[in-house]
């Protein structure tokens, strides 16, 4: 599929998309986000695809919601049509497992949609931040709400509140990214994590996905009586009878993702 705005293709069971608009350090212009939930929905619906990578470029993942569109947009028109809740939570909603490899900026949206993926591997140059408020509004598709979830209510005031930007070893310290690699390797890095997960039974690897977005959800006792739900449904899988079969005989598993 030819898209203006991204650019996709598999590796094995991965699906990779890279955000690229280089002339606008990647902003999730209309256009950008349009085809984003486009591939997003494509390799959902792909029974090959156990896993997704979304990335930017060495300078920017995203630098946020494209300005120069957002400027003209009224609240009533906002409101009325909330364009950004059909395209942008298309990354939240994502059922199948979905790392962000960010590189430089991520900045407003772009650390929004970050936060969205399942986990995020940072290079050593990337830049988070929430600068919304330099721009006479405040985080508007998540960051008020995922930002203390991940980094506590200390630093996302302090990010929200001043707009400063917070490199690679602060975000990984504060909890919001799970690895930190060289700017180099950092595709390299993040592949391997999605095609290693995408070597799992993706339907476990989607429940364990859903269980752990739940906890956020849920009271600890409610959550723990679903893991328990869903843990036992498992040994209905064929999955759960190849893996444990396959330790016992001290071989790799196959999993039939069935
Ligand atoms: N939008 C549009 N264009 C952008 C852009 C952006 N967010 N960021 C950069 N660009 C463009 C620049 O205008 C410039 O274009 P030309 O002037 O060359 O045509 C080009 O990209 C290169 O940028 P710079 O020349 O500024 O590059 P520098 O290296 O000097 O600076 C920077 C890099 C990332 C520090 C700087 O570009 C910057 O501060 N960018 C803006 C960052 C920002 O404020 N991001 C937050 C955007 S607001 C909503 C939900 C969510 C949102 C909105 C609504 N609803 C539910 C309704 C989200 C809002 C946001 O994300």
Request: hydrophobic letters at 40%.
């Amino acid at each position: 599929m030819a898209y203006n705005t991204i650019q996709t293709r598999t590796e094995g069971r991965v699906g990779v998309i890279t955000l690229n608009r280089p002339e606008a350090l990647n902003a999730l212009c209309d256009e950008l986000t349009g085809e984003l939930t486009e591939a997003l929905a494509q390799f959902e619906s792909d029974d090959d695809i156990g896993c997704v990578v979304l990335t930017g470029s060495k300078k920017s993942f995203a630098a946020g919601a494209d300005i120069k569109e957002l400027q003209g947009r009224n609240a009533v028109d906002l409101y009325l049509n909330d364009p950004f809740a059909k395209s942008w939570e298309s990354v939240a909603r994502f059922r199948k497992p979905i790392l962000a490899a960010v590189s430089g900026y991520a900045l407003g949206g772009g650390c929004e949609i970050a936060m969205m993926c399942d986990f995020i591997i940072a290079s050593d140059t990337a830049k988070f931040g929430q600068p919304e408020i330099n721009l006479g509004v405040m985080p508007g598709a998540g960051g008020t709400q995922r930002l203390p979830r991940a980094i506590g209510k200390a630093k996302a005031m302090d990010l929200c509140l001043t707009g400063r930007m917070m490199d690679a070893e602060e975000a990984e310290r504060a909890g919001l990214v799970a690895r930190i690699v060289p700017a180099d390797e950092l595709l390299e890095v993040a592949l391997q994590a999605a095609e290693t997960i995408a070597s799992k039974s993706l339907v476990v690897a989607m429940q364990t996905k859903e269980a752990i977005n739940r906890s956020y959800e849920m009271t600890l006792d409610e959550g723990i009586r679903w893991e328990r739900r869903v843990f036992q449904s498992q040994f209905n899988l064929e999955d759960q009878k190849e893996g444990m079969a396959a330790f016992a005989e001290k071989r790799s598993p196959h999993f039939k993702h069935r």
